[in-house]
């Protein structure tokens, strides 16, 4: 298992403006999708700008595992599909590491294989709560031969001989649920439907229909989606370019309007509404970010991002916002530590249940860099210090989770002292190249000896 690596931890310092122009890492979510679609489809995809991180890379060893080809030739990935309705039973567990959308969305993908499977995962992961994939799961027929307590892992599955179609209302807003569910759907015969009461991203159904497979979304005046695959359909091998992951670009994004002086570009960054919500949040703060060359690229809408820095002011954040921006709330309470005023984030709930209690986290980080700030059951309200005055100083426990290390790496930047982070190991998990690019922009992180 990869995570008995010592903690490294990092320091973060106010220093000179941030310049230039990068490009982030692919999108997580849709680098997940690319491997295990491909994985699973006749013949061959090929995928360009795929996130290299470790959550990526242990769901490409779980298709391996399972039959699927897979090799990198240059900068593309290259896989040769097992075929459909053909995985293989795995002959060891398939170790997901630190990732809650390989392990629930693979989950969904083999539990309807006649097979025994066995999923295990780090401290952090073994943490989080699988029943919310596992309920719909036992209700399609699928086993649950063992878990630990409370639907944790590691957990064994065994697959039935006819899984059952279901209709299943998404309990809360989560795309991994949604998404396990629907790829339960694909080895099941007949009509799996699914109820979205709040849309979450999309990319699960973006993709399987790019891959062939047969599903229809309909949203009713409510916003209440119904989205409908037919089981045992054929996927066949796809060309896929990811875009630039939002929620790794928020982190340059929310440092150079923190740093005074600063103007950056990110280049070719995922603009699915589905994932939006930071940057609209941000702009209605105040922020300078110019949306450049919008076009549309493999069916994803993209757009360079041109961030100068700006004074920023405090503003309600509405719960329905939330699953646009999930991932983005650690930096956005950063962001909201310099601002003029009290934001506000409600809606937070699924915060609790990340890689982290991210809630919990946020603001312990924030109140031990002298932030104020007050945590309630499902929100948070930060009141900023504009110049960054008195900020700074602490430590930050990150819990296994790479949010909050980047986040807190961010603050560093701009707050008056220093801001220590206790490990930043995990920061691989999502975006290797976090240092190296935010470094090359001029900010001033150093690493520290191993703890
Ligand atoms: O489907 C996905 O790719 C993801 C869904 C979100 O999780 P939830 O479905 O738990 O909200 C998000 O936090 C995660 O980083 C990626
Ligand atoms: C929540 C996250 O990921 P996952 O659920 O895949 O571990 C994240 O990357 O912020």
Redesign the pocket.
């Known amino acids: 298992m990869s995570h008995s690596t010592q903690a490294r931890p990092a320091t973060a310092h106010k220093g000179a403006p941030l310049k230039g122009r990068v490009r982030v890492p692919g999108d997580?979510s849709i680098s997940h999708r690319a491997f295990m679609f491909g994985g699973l489809a006749s013949g061959e995809t090929r995928i360009t700008g795929l996130l290299e991180g470790e959550?990526v890379l242990r769901t490409g060893e779980a298709m391996k595992a399972m039959g699927a080809v897979i090799s990198r030739t240059g900068d593309e990935w290259v896989i040769q599909g097992t075929g459909n309705g053909c995985l293989l039973q795995p002959e060891a567990p398939l170790d997901f590491g630190?990732?809650?959308?390989?392990s629930?969305l693979t989950m969904g993908l083999v539990g309807t294989y006649d097979m025994e499977t066995t999923f295990v995962g780090d401290a952090s992961?073994s943490k989080r709560p699988m029943a919310r994939v596992l309920d719909p799961l036992r209700e399609m027929g699928v086993q649950v031969l063992r878990a630990a307590e409370g639907d944790r892992m590691p957990i064994t599955l065994r697959g039935p001989k006819h899984a059952a179609p279901i209709t299943y209302r998404v309990p809360m807003a989560s795309a991994?649920v949604k998404s396990a569910v629907l790829l339960a759907g694909l080895n099941t015969p007949g009509v799996t439907t699914v109820l979205e009461p709040v849309m979450t991203r999309d990319h699960t159904e973006k993709m399987l229909r790019g891959f062939g497979a047969e599903l229809e979304v309909e949203t009713d005046a409510n916003g209440l989606r119904t989205i409908r695959i037919q089981g045992q359909g054929r996927l066949t091998g796809q060309v896929i370019a990811v875009p630039g992951d939002p929620?790794s670009a928020a982190f340059p994004l929310v440092a150079a309007l923190l740093v005074p002086g600063s103007d950056i570009v990110i280049e070719n960054v995922l603009m699915n509404p589905t994932r939006t919500g930071l940057i609209l949040t941000l702009q209605e703060m105040g922020a300078s970010i110019d949306l450049l060359d919008r076009r549309s690229a493999g069916g994803e809408d993209v757009a360079d991002l041109r961030v100068r820095s700006s004074d920023l002011r405090g503003v309600v954040v509405p719960p329905e916002r939330a699953p646009s921006m999930?991932?983005e709330y650690p930096v956005l309470a950063v962001a909201a530590a310099f601002a003029e005023g009290t934001t506000v984030m409600e809606g937070l709930d699924e915060l609790r249940v990340?890689?982290s209690d991210r809630l919990a986290a946020v603001a312990a980080g924030l109140k031990a860099n002298g932030v104020e700030c007050r945590e309630g059951e499902a929100s948070l309200s930060v009141t900023g210090q504009p110049d960054g005055k008195g900020l700074g100083g602490g430590t930050v426990a990150t819990h296994l989770d790479?949010?909050i290390a980047m986040a807190f790496l961010v603050m560093g930047l701009a707050a008056e002292k220093a801001v220590t982070v206790d490990d930043q190991t995990m920061i691989s998990?999502?975006f290797p190249e976090f240092m190296d690019l935010m470094t090359g922009l001029g900010a001033e992180i150093q690493t520290d000896r191993a703890a």
């Not at 630190?98 to 390989?102: E, K, P, R």
């Open positions: 997580k959550d630190n990732a809650g959308t390989g629930r992961l991994q929620s999930i991932d990340k890689e790479h949010r998990t999502s």
